[in-house]
């Protein structure tokens, strides 16, 4: 089955630890996305990536860091610089910059 | 100021009412835009891209308004099942590539 798989689906961390969240699509998307989502609030934009190897920064990027090595993989590592790191991450990819997108099923984050 | 704006809601309707919701976005350079649908603790899910001639799915039709710089979604014939939260989208405004959302409208339809 083609798809974006996120794992894993809920992650405790203690605070002052860095956590880093998966991300991968077989769906030959190039560009792929990373965002936040605290309880009712929208999707905040942290990184995204059009190409392997280049990505840029977001709204909301500070504390947050990434890497494209591969086509297939865009892991986000949440930093224990992030003040606030407890939130619902979603990792979407799309075949390009301009298209629509498709989500992950999500990272619930909580930090203890 | 944020780069898409939405009215958070919430529409409480009733089934069979007809809602719309807009979307306004800030940089007139924008390419691409979208309406996705989010269940609570669910991930959102592509409802329909919104094409400059407008477009329309079974009982949902999106327009698009490049002069005043907004799109709109209008559910017809409401069921329960439309009750979520419906988020719009936007590409390529500030950034190529650059695909930001709105804060999402809250809709409760009720019998």
Redesign the interface.
């Known amino acids: 089955d083609g798809g974006i798989t996120q794992s894993p689906k809920y992650l405790f961390r203690k605070e002052g630890q860095n956590v880093t969240l998966s991300c991968e699509q077989n769906l030959n998307h190039d ?1 792929m ?1 990373w ?1 936040r989502q605290d309880p009712g ?3 905040r ?1 942290i990184y ?1 990536s ?1 190409i392997v190897n280049d990505f ?1 920064k ?2 909301i990027a500070e504390g947050y860091s990434v890497s494209r090595e591969k086509k297939e993989s865009f892991p986000l590592t949440v930093t224990s610089a992030q003040k606030n790191p407890t939130a ?1 991450y ?1 990792c ?1 990819s ?1 075949i ?11 990272t619930r984050l909580t930090v203890v | 100021r944020k780069e898409v704006e939405q009215d958070p809601g919430p529409f409480n309707v009733p089934e069979g009412a007809t809602v719309a919701f807009n979307c306004t976005y800030s940089n007139s350079a924008s390419q691409s835009f979208f309406w996705y649908r989010q269940d609570c603790r669910k991930e959102p899910k592509l409802l329909m891209s919104v094409y400059s001639s407008g477009n329309e799915d079974g009982r949902f039709t999106a327009q698009l308004n490049r002069a005043s710089q907004y799109i709109s979604l209008l559910i017809r014939d409401s069921k329960l099942s439309d009750s979520a939260t419906y988020l719009c989208g936007q590409a390529g405004g500030t950034s190529y590539g650059k695909l930001t959302f709105g804060q999402g409208t809250i809709l409760t339809v009720h019998p």
């Open positions: 560009a996305y965002y609030q929208g999707l934009l995204y059009q840029q977001g709204d619902f979603l979407a799309s390009s910059g301009q298209t629509e997108a498709f989500f992950g099923q999500g």
